[in-house]
Nanobody
């Protein structure tokens, strides 16, 4: 059983930057592809970014491409989401997820992930 704990959320002004972290425990971190998703009030959960187990490949939602960057440190059991040029529409609860059978082709599908964190709130004021 893998436990995921996100941190780094907060309140900031538009145009600012924030880095989210997600620490995994209870499993072999390098076995899992990792994803970041977000969910705003009244909206469905949406894919933000994903990274393969090795960190060799990444994918991004079109809405964050060029502004966000996902990375991982397998030695620290941690995945990161660097968020730059934040906009009010980025306001959401951000979740990290781990998937043992997630591939580049399925990275955007929330149902493919096995474990989820509790989420961290990011609020961007305009």
């Amino acid at each position: 059983q893998v436990q995921l704990v996100e941190s780094g959320g907060g309140l900031l002004q538009a145009g600012g930057s924030l880095r989210l972290s997600c620490v995994a425990s209870g499993g072999t971190f390098s076995f899992y592809a990792m994803g970041w998703f977000r969910q705003a009030p009244g909206k469905a959960r949406e894919f933000v970014a994903g990274i393969t187990w090795s960190g060799g490949s990444t994918r991004y939602a079109d809405s964050v491409k060029g502004r966000f960057a996902v990375s991982r440190d397998n030695a620290k059991n941690t995945v990161y989401l660097q968020m730059n040029s934040l906009k009010a529409e980025d306001t959401s609860v951000y979740y990290c997820a781990a998937g043992g059978a997630v591939s580049i082709g399925t990275m955007r599908e929330a149902s493919r992930y096995d474990y989820w964190g509790q989420g961290t709130q990011v609020t961007v004021s305009s």
